[in-house]
Structures are given as C-alpha cells and as structure tokens.
C-alpha cells in the first residue's frame, strides 16, 4: 500500500509544502469565488452602469498587472511562505469593506485588496511548484494546482448563486463575503502549520544576464495577450449574458460555471501527463482555439442546453492552460522564475486591462459586437501562436525521493 501511494505522490509530483498550498488555495478560493462571479450582477443592483462592470473588469486585470510584479519581488526577498501570508491579509481587508460598507463604489476600494490574492500569490506558488517539482513533472504541478483552484470555482459560484436565490443580490453577495472572510483566516493556519519554506538563497550579481525574455517567451507573451482580450473583452458580461439577457437564474449561472469547471478538471491530469512526455506547443494551440471559439458559441446560445454547450467549451479553454504555466518555467531562466512569471504577468495583464475597459464600450454599443471583436482577437492570437512560439520536447529526469 505504501509503495502504492509513492507511485500516486510521485506520478502528481506532490510533497508536503506543495499539498498545504493546495488546501489553503480551496480555503481562500472558495470564499473569493462565492462572490466574485455575481460581482456584475451586484453592481447593477446598486445602481452600477454597464462603464462601472467594465471599470472593475479592467481594475481587476490593471492591479493584477501592477501586483505581480512586487509578488514576484516579495516572493523572491521574503520567501514564498511569507510572501503568501501578506497577500492573504490584503484580500481579508478588502473583503471586509464590501461587507461593511454595501455600495458599488466600495466593491471598487475592496477590490485593490481582495484582487491581491489572485494576482501577487501566482509567482510565489510558481516558484513553490518550481522548486519542489521537477521539470519533467511540471505540466503536473501545476495542473494540480489548477484542478484545487477550479473545485472553489466550481462550487463557490452554485453556493453563492443559492444566497442570492434565498437573500437577493446584495445581501447574498454580502453574505459570501462574510464566508470569504472566514475561510481566509482558517487558510492562514493551514499555511503556517503545512508550507515548509526553503532558505533563500543569496544570489551572487551575475542575474542581469538572466533577468531577460527569449525571443520564444517573447513571442508566446504576444500571442498571450492577444488571446486574452479575446477572453476579458465578454468577460464580466457573460453572467449579465446569461441571467440578464438570456432569462436564467443565478443558481442556473452557478451550475453552467461548475460545468465549466468540472470540463476543466476532467482534462486536466491526462493533458499534463501527456504534456510532460512530449512538446507543450500543441496543447497551448488548442487552449488558444477554444478561447477564440468560446465567445462566438456564447453569441448563439439562447437556450440552457445551448448554455451548457457553450460552457464546456469555456471549460475546455483549460485544456493546455497549467502547460502555458509550465512553457514559461521551461523558458524562464532557472534563478529567477519568480521575477520572470511576476514581470511576464505585469505585462500581459496591463497591456489586456484594455481590453477590460474596451469591452463595456463595445457591450454598451451592443452584445454581438463585444463578442465578435473579442473571436478576432483570439483568431490572430493563436495563429501568432503556431508560427512563432516553438517548444522542445521535455527532458525526463527522476523525481527526487527527498520531493516525495
């Protein structure tokens, strides 16, 4: 039996820090995503125009640029354990002000807090699966990471959906917030008792040379980006899409998100296998083509079957997500792979918060024509994507007994 469940923790490329990150990332997602889904819908019931959606779409994409790279910063100097407690006290504060003051301008203040979770935690857990995985069994690692994340995702949108049935929308929101608060201090305990920090280690001043993107992690940045106007230009509209236009109920939004999020899990594991033993490049191709084809599908879905359809394309949009993760570690220089995810993620999402702010513009214009600018985008992001991102096939070495 013991011999049993090595092969399983080494076949997931799981150890002791990396299992105590993935329950805090179920506590604190759970919470956040209870009530970030409805976030659209919550506006609106305080009196929020489709400009102040937009507005809090693009703030979610601008600060997760502007965090990211002091995340990869902090995580570097302080050590990723650290680093993972002070984001999680920010996005505590910023809970408690929308619950403490029920106004669409107080979403916009909480959000500079809450959205710091998300946006300055990804380096440090970059870091943390690239030192404790080996490089043949990253596409793993991190796709662990991103199947824990979507199980909150997949659950947190139906039980917020459920409050805001039995409360209403602004009591319901509230509510998940409440719970969000809570949940985040349970992961603080977790994380101090689980994460076992490595010592940081005093790099000698040779790191000019590797604080530098190639030419192919250039190129897969441009291709990124493009692609993800493609995804932010519909994306806070989509729930409006669906509950607004197309008649649904916020527990019917609940359930198509947990599709969305059980499509993505399902893929998952199998996908990082297969990508771990072979070159990433075809499995970002395909992510890219189902983000392109996802808004154009949502467009025609007038009905909750046609809904469902839609949505697992949504879901299969993961399908070679945590590889693109995975792709930028194997492309990252070996020292600085927190700095190169916080500076790549600063980029790339300051450059798509754009399109956040575009995407109420083209919404208020009309529905069709936001999700039709956003399938060119995506069209010209993967094509960029296939003639100019080249990846090598990964190098198998054996996993360390010390990591298992």
Not at 56 to 78: F, H, I, T, V
């Amino acid at each position: 039996m013991k011999k049993f469940l090595k092969k399983i923790i080494n076949f997931l490329g799981l150890n002791y820090s990396l299992a105590g990150m993935l329950v805090m990332v179920i506590l604190v997602g759970m919470g956040e995503k209870m009530a970030e889904r409805f976030l659209p819908l919550y506006l609106i019931a305080m009196g929020g125009t489709p400009i102040v959606i937009g507005l809090l779409n693009g703030l979610d994409n601008l600060l997760s640029a502007l965090y990211s790279y002091p995340g990869g910063w902090l995580a570097e100097k302080l050590g990723y354990k650290k680093a993972l407690t002070i984001f999680n006290l920010m996005a505590i504060f910023g809970y408690l002000i929308v619950v403490l003051f029920p106004t669409w301008q107080a979403v916009l203040i909480g959000a500079i807090f809450f959205i710091s979770w998300t946006a300055i935690s990804l380096p440090a857990t970059m870091s943390l699966i690239s030192s404790v995985v080996p490089a043949n069994r990253r596409s793993m690692g991190v796709s662990l990471n991103s199947i824990v994340k979507r199980i909150p995702m997949a659950l947190g949108p139906i039980m917020g959906g459920a409050l805001i049935m039995k409360f209403g929308r602004i009591q319901g929101v509230r509510y998940s917030f409440i719970v969000a608060i809570i949940l985040a201090i349970v992961a603080l305990f977790v994380q101090q008792k689980f994460i076992v920090e490595t010592p940081i280690v005093k790099k000698v001043k040779q790191e000019k040379k590797s604080r530098r993107f190639s030419k192919n992690l250039t190129n897969l940045l441009i291709s990124d980006i493009l692609v993800r106007f493609c995804e932010q230009i519909p994306y806070a509209f989509v729930v409006v899409w669906v509950v607004e236009n197309n008649h649904l109920s916020e527990m019917q939004f609940g359930i198509l998100t947990a599709i969305e999020m059980a499509t993505a899990m399902l893929i998952y594991i199998p996908i990082a296998y297969l990508a771990d033993r072979s070159t990433r490049k075809p499995y970002v191709a395909i992510t890219f083509f189902n983000f392109t084809i996802f808004p154009i599908v949502l467009l025609f879905s007038k009905t909750f079957p046609a809904l469902i359809f839609a949505f697992i394309i949504r879901g299969l949009k993961e399908f070679g997500e945590p590889t693109r993760k995975a792709l930028i570690m194997d492309l990252a220089p070996e020292d600085s792979k927190a700095w190169t995810f916080g500076t790549y993620y600063f980029i790339r999402d300051v450059i798509v918060s754009v399109a956040a702010f575009a995407g109420a513009f083209l919404w208020k214009v009309s529905p069709a024509l936001n999700f039709l600018i956003a399938t060119g985008f995506g069209l010209i992001g993967t094509l960029y994507f296939i003639f100019n991102v080249h990846s090598t096939p990964v190098v198998q070495t054996a996993m360390n007994p010390e990591q298992s």
